[in-house]
């Protein structure tokens, strides 16, 4: 076959990593006998990638592969879905859970082209695996053979609502009815997972979005009392090592957003926060928002990446049920020999799902190198993932069981294995299936039952992925 092969990456992470991986990948392309057209340098941006594209045009493609090396978001995806009519595959390179900097997050990057094609109403094949993976020759016949189309296999019902913890279930309906969702900034090009229509929320479960301009943030940040600051980072260096180490005016700044979310927090009666953390926290204020919004949720006031409204509102939920903070997450690995998972973002953990095993430490962001992050293990024990999906355009209460193991850190930051109530093989092709968001939440504790009633209360399906 004549395969158009697009290779796409972004500079902010391992740059000599992502082209070793990216070689490797297509020296077993070659090693098919396919005839492989396109370019083999990485493409970093749209208008790279655009230009790869017109040359694409010109050929007559059997099949269209994007090659997901690092993390991107999915605008570059659709793109190449709408104007290339051959059929589309995806291989994205898992990585090493070393220790250190997750170097390329490709799967992320997978599980958003997923969710962006599928509510586009694209089919596409997938694959996960390393270019020097067991099988990898199979695997990659099987992909331009059609064989590994991305199909729904989740296990979807209508519960209804009852169910013998009426109390907590009925206290989860009266906080999501009169939930103030606070929304900072806009959720990032290309992040469909992040979108939200405030109506239809309203219509969902009753709650509603208070919109806040990021500038607005920032000047709250920016005219916090020193005394007050002071005060904060002292309380902080208790419970957090490290604070020395990290570059002290960025920490500073840090703890100012901080105080600024607190403030929008009390004053506009927000109960979970949608922050859009990146780039301009970093470009134009100067810090990382990620240690910040996980003392947020330290307080109890869930605070959700990249402006993700139905995050923020998943998040929520599971603190409601659980009594204690719950946590907003991206899936960063499955990986079927292990039969684990790996959670993971930057460092938003709140200190109360801290190992004990892995003290608290003050780090700084893996890609833009700026404090204030937590860095820690995930502490071991049962959890529950929830999250409201919008996935193929229908909301549904999305759940799944688990069991966070005792395990060292994969990835600096936060971070966390866990061995889903499903094989990680089923896992992954129910996310990719059905196209899921790339974030869901979770709290430690059994709450299916709960979230299940929760779902038929709301009158929405149920879709069990573990």
């Given at each position: 076959m004549r395969i158009g092969v697009l290779p796409l990456a972004r500079p902010t992470f391992d740059v000599p990593f992502a082209e070793?991986?990216?070689?490797?990948?297509?020296?077993?392309?070659?090693?098919?006998?396919?005839?492989?057209?396109?370019?083999r340098g990485l493409l970093f941006d749209a208008a790279a990638t655009r230009e790869a594209l017109a040359a694409l045009k010109g050929e007559a493609l059997d099949r269209v592969l994007v090659l997901q090396v690092t993390f991107t978001d999915a605008s570059m995806t659709c793109v190449i879905a709408e104007e290339l009519t051959a059929p589309l595959l995806?291989?994205?390179?898992?990585?090493?859970?070393?220790?250190?900097?997750?170097?390329?997050?490709?799967?992320c990057g997978l599980n958003l082209a997923?969710?962006?094609?599928?509510?586009?109403?694209?089919?596409?094949g997938w694959l996960y695996a390393a270019p020097d993976s067991p099988g990898l020759d199979e695997s990659l016949a099987l992909l331009v053979s059609g064989g590994l189309a991305a199909e729904g296999r989740g296990v979807e019902d209508r519960p209804d609502a009852t169910f013998v913890d009426a109390k907590a279930v009925a206290g989860v309906l009266k906080r999501l009815g009169n939930a103030r969702i606070g929304v900072v900034g806009e959720h990032p090009l290309g992040f469909d997972t992040c979108a939200y229509d405030p109506?239809?929320?309203?219509?969902?479960?009753?709650?509603?979005?208070?919109?806040?301009?990021?500038?607005?943030?920032?000047?709250r940040a920016r005219a916090a009392d020193p005394g007050r600051i002071a005060a904060v980072?002292?309380?902080t260096a208790t419970r957090l090592g490290g604070l020395d180490a990290v570059d002290q005016e960025q920490l500073d700044r840090s703890l100012r957003v901080f105080a600024g979310l607190s403030d929008l927090a009390r004053e506009k009666s927000l109960d979970a926060l949608a922050v859009r953390c990146w780039p301009e926290m970093f470009t134009e204020y100067g810090c990382a928002a990620c240690g910040p919004m996980a003392m947020m949720n330290g307080a109890k006031v869930p605070a959700a990446c990249e402006a993700d409204v139905y995050g923020a509102l998943s998040a929520l939920v599971l603190q409601e049920l659980a009594g204690e903070p719950s946590l907003l997450v991206d899936l960063v690995d499955l990986d079927p020999a292990s039969d684990t998972g790996v959670v993971w973002h930057c460092g938003l953990a709140p200190?109360?799902?801290?190992?004990?095993?892995?003290?608290?430490?003050?780090?700084?962001?893996?890609?833009?190198?700026?404090?204030?992050?937590?860095?820690?293990?995930?502490?071991p024990g049962r959890i529950t993932a929830a999250r409201f999906t919008q996935a193929q355009g229908r909301p549904r209460l999305m759940i799944a069981g688990?069991?966070?193991?005792?395990?060292?850190?994969?990835?600096?930051?936060?971070?966390?294995?866990?061995?889903?109530?499903?094989?990680?093989?089923?896992?992954?092709?129910?996310i990719m299936g059905e196209g899921l968001e790339h974030h869901f939440a979770f709290a430690y504790g059994e709450w299916r039952p709960q979230l299940r009633a929760v779902a038929g209360a709301l009158g929405l399906p149920v879709l069990e992925i573990a």
């Amino acid at each position: 076959m004549r395969i158009g092969v697009l290779p796409l990456a972004r500079p902010t992470f391992d740059v000599p990593f992502a082209e070793a991986q990216a070689a490797a990948a297509f020296a077993a392309l070659d090693a098919t006998g396919h005839d492989l057209v396109g370019p083999r340098g990485l493409l970093f941006d749209a208008a790279a990638t655009r230009e790869a594209l017109a040359a694409l045009k010109g050929e007559a493609l059997d099949r269209v592969l994007v090659l997901q090396v690092t993390f991107t978001d999915a605008s570059m995806t659709c793109v190449i879905a709408e104007e290339l009519t051959a059929p589309l595959l995806l291989w994205a390179v898992p990585e090493p859970r070393a220790g250190g900097r997750l170097r390329l997050n490709a799967f992320c990057g997978l599980n958003l082209a997923a969710h962006a094609l599928k509510l586009r109403g694209k089919d596409f094949g997938w694959l996960y695996a390393a270019p020097d993976s067991p099988g990898l020759d199979e695997s990659l016949a099987l992909l331009v053979s059609g064989g590994l189309a991305a199909e729904g296999r989740g296990v979807e019902d209508r519960p209804d609502a009852t169910f013998v913890d009426a109390k907590a279930v009925a206290g989860v309906l009266k906080r999501l009815g009169n939930a103030r969702i606070g929304v900072v900034g806009e959720h990032p090009l290309g992040f469909d997972t992040c979108a939200y229509d405030p109506d239809a929320m309203a219509r969902l479960c009753g709650a509603s979005a208070e919109r806040i301009e990021l500038p607005a943030l920032f000047d709250r940040a920016r005219a916090a009392d020193p005394g007050r600051i002071a005060a904060v980072r002292a309380e902080t260096a208790t419970r957090l090592g490290g604070l020395d180490a990290v570059d002290q005016e960025q920490l500073d700044r840090s703890l100012r957003v901080f105080a600024g979310l607190s403030d929008l927090a009390r004053e506009k009666s927000l109960d979970a926060l949608a922050v859009r953390c990146w780039p301009e926290m970093f470009t134009e204020y100067g810090c990382a928002a990620c240690g910040p919004m996980a003392m947020m949720n330290g307080a109890k006031v869930p605070a959700a990446c990249e402006a993700d409204v139905y995050g923020a509102l998943s998040a929520l939920v599971l603190q409601e049920l659980a009594g204690e903070p719950s946590l907003l997450v991206d899936l960063v690995d499955l990986d079927p020999a292990s039969d684990t998972g790996v959670v993971w973002h930057c460092g938003l953990a709140p200190l109360t799902m801290a190992d004990p095993s892995t003290p608290p430490r003050a780090t700084i962001h893996s890609n833009r190198r700026m404090p204030l992050l937590h860095e820690f293990a995930l502490k071991p024990g049962r959890i529950t993932a929830a999250r409201f999906t919008q996935a193929q355009g229908r909301p549904r209460l999305m759940i799944a069981g688990a069991t966070m193991l005792q395990a060292p850190m994969s990835f600096t930051g936060t971070s966390g294995v866990l061995r889903f109530d499903a094989d990680a093989g089923t896992v992954a092709e129910r996310i990719m299936g059905e196209g899921l968001e790339h974030h869901f939440a979770f709290a430690y504790g059994e709450w299916r039952p709960q979230l299940r009633a929760v779902a038929g209360a709301l009158g929405l399906p149920v879709l069990e992925i573990a």
